[in-house]
């Protein structure tokens, strides 16, 4: 069946600009995560979604970032007044269930802020 | 505070040489340890989940083990095809969400 997806695969912003980052799970899944992935590290948690709600927003860096998941599906990440420490890539990762159990990741969203 | 390290940073192996990837935590209660692969350009790939020390799981060339308080990842005659980084990562008990906390990861080349 059809993995996570998300889109654009690249996107670059000139400082100071607005992006959304768009997350498309696993159907039926009820968590949804966003990390983020600094070049040569591990990804780093931003936010969690159990369907529509979001329970844990511990990991977005500032107030310029903010995620939704309005329906309980789709997600997009917004980031706001980007700034060059935003470069990174971005995951989004979906699970069937909550608690402990395995996430699978898309392919992320590299983000090049100029 | 929750914590996860890997080494080494980087390894590289000739086909057929078998190695181990390590992987240290510290965390408040440990609900499941992670192993995932991932290719450059791409997401991680799950590979295997353990939930108690002594715990093995194994698929192919890879063996994945569990102690209180590391987890190893054995490749056995490894091929190029392995090439890859090895990312661990650890759902704290102190966590309801069940967010993963990363290592850094551990860059494998396998050299024909």
């Known amino acids: 069946g059809a993995g996570v997806s998300q889109s654009p695969r690249y996107k670059v912003a000139k400082r100071g600009q607005d992006v959304a980052l768009r997350c498309d799970p696993i159907?039926?899944?009820?968590?949804l995560f966003w990390y983020q992935q600094a070049l040569g590290q591990g990804p780093e948690f931003l936010t969690y979604f159990q369907n529509e709600a979001q329970l844990d927003k511990s990991g977005l860096p500032s107030d310029r970032f903010f995620a939704e998941r309005p329906e309980g599906s789709v997600s997009t990440l917004k980031i706001q007044r980007t700034q060059q420490e935003d470069s990174a890539v971005y995951l989004c990762a979906s699970s069937p269930l909550t608690s402990t159990y395995e996430q699978y990741f898309g392919p992320g969203t590299r983000l090049t802020v100029t | 505070e929750d914590q996860v390290t890997q080494s080494p940073e980087a390894l590289r192996l000739q086909e057929g040489e078998s190695s181990s990837l390590n992987c240290s935590y510290t965390?408040?209660?440990?609900?499941?340890l992670f192993w995932y692969r991932q290719d450059p350009g791409k997401g991680p790939e799950f590979l295997f989940t353990?939930?108690?020390a002594g715990e093995e799981k194994e698929k192919e060339r890879l063996k994945a083990t569990l102690t209180k308080k590391e987890s190893f990842l054995h490749i056995t005659a490894p091929k190029p095809e392995d090439s890859a980084t090895y990312l661990c990562a650890v759902q704290a008990g102190s966590s309801n969400t069940g967010k993963l906390i990363f290592g850094q990861g551990t860059t494998l080349q396998v050299k024909p």
């Open positions: 159907s039926g899944h009820v968590s």
């Open positions: 353990l939930y108690s």
């Open positions: 965390v408040s209660g440990l609900r499941g």
